[in-house]
């Protein structure tokens, strides 16, 4: 039985691959430290599914704690899901060095325990924040991201030329996947789809920043899980691996679309207030996923509207006491 430790486990996605990979038998090493950049009782809630697993252990940590880390980091272990760190544009403008802390310092530990503990594999979640506003589309892994619009889009770019620096002096094997707006049932609470859809069950006014034409490439939590179970797979297979690996929806949505396609799920009539566009945010993410599609066989499956609609019967059965 392969031993994976997941670095954010009681998150969106590190809850959802939890339960993927415990389903599948594998041995699982959850590490988060319950961060407060929203309500821990969501991230709790968020393990509640299998934090009883007999192959599931958890640790409460702080990534950024070399000494705690190293004290409880778990022996044996085959691979790393490195999902850990501060999230969100807009935030990292008012807390650069947190973001620091959090998502640089975090992955040089991690990387350090890697080689002092002869671990060789890691999948680790960068971004597509790291494109900033690249005028041409898609966006390809070979293009230069030199130029991150924010802090935190260039903390996931630190990140990804730190981890070639330990494969190329110590012949790890690492795999950075840049995701595109995940969504769907657990996503945080201060992104949009489930900000608006609450927004919307408390009958306020949805903002809309800027004209509405800015677009995403929102890619439903299935299709991601796919791609990191491609990533894994990869990484067991082979050895002298360095890449950088899209994991987007190749579709991208309008503002405009994705308000609509919520006020149209959740029934009821649009309210919108539009704003300024915020600093930081970039215009458009449009993944190229072919790379993706050559390593790993990925084939997003799910349509931008029927994710919403899964994610809004999630919330309407999650937060039913909202009128």
């Not at 969501?42 to 705690?68: C, Q, S, T």
């Not at 002298?240 to 799920?265: K, S, T």
């Not at 990925?298 to 999630?314: A, S």
Request: net charge negative; with cysteine; proline share 6%.
């Amino acid at each position: 039985m392969k031993k994976i430790v997941i670095t954010g486990c009681a998150g969106f996605i590190g809850s959802h691959l939890c339960e993927k990979l415990l389903d599948m038998g594998y041995e699982i090493t959850g590490i988060d430290n319950f961060d407060p950049f929203y309500d821990v009782t969501v991230k709790k809630r968020n393990m509640e599914n299998f934090i009883g697993y007999p192959n599931f252990l958890f640790i409460e940590a702080d990534l950024a704690d070399r000494e705690k880390l190293e004290a409880e980091f778990p022996e044996g272990v085959d691979l790393i899901v490195h999902l850990a760190g501060k999230a969100g544009v807009r935030p990292s403008i008012e807390d650069p060095s947190g973001y620091i802390r959090a998502n640089i310092t975090a992955t040089q530990n991690i990387l350090d325990i890697m080689k002092d503990r002869d671990i060789k594999k890691m999948a680790f979640a960068s971004s597509s924040s790291v494109y900033g506003n690249t005028k041409e589309t898609p966006f390809s892994e070979t293009m230069d991201v030199s130029n991150p619009i924010s802090p935190y889009a260039a903390t996931k770019k630190t990140c990804e030329l730190i981890n070639y620096t330990y494969h190329y002096l110590y012949g790890l094997d690492i795999i950075n996947m840049r995701f595109f707006t995940v969504f769907g049932p657990r996503q945080r609470p201060d992104l949009a789809i489930h900000k608006f859809t609450r927004l919307i069950r408390e009958g306020k006014k949805i903002p809309m920043f800027g004209d509405g034409s800015t677009a995403r490439d929102y890619t439903f939590i299935e299709d991601t899980l796919q791609g990191i179970k491609g990533a894994i797979d990869y990484l067991f297979q082979h050895n002298e691996v360095y890449e950088i690996v899209n994991l987007g929806n190749n579709h991208p949505v309008v503002l405009r679309d994705m308000i609509a396609a919520i006020y149209e799920a959740t029934g009821e009539k649009p309210n919108i207030k539009q704003l300024p566009m915020q600093p930081g945010d970039v215009d458009i993410t449009y993944a190229d996923i072919s790379k993706a599609q050559k390593l790993f066989r990925y084939q997003p499956k799910y349509d931008f509207k029927e994710g919403v609609k899964r994610f809004v019967e999630w919330f309407d059965n999650t937060y039913p006491s909202i009128p």
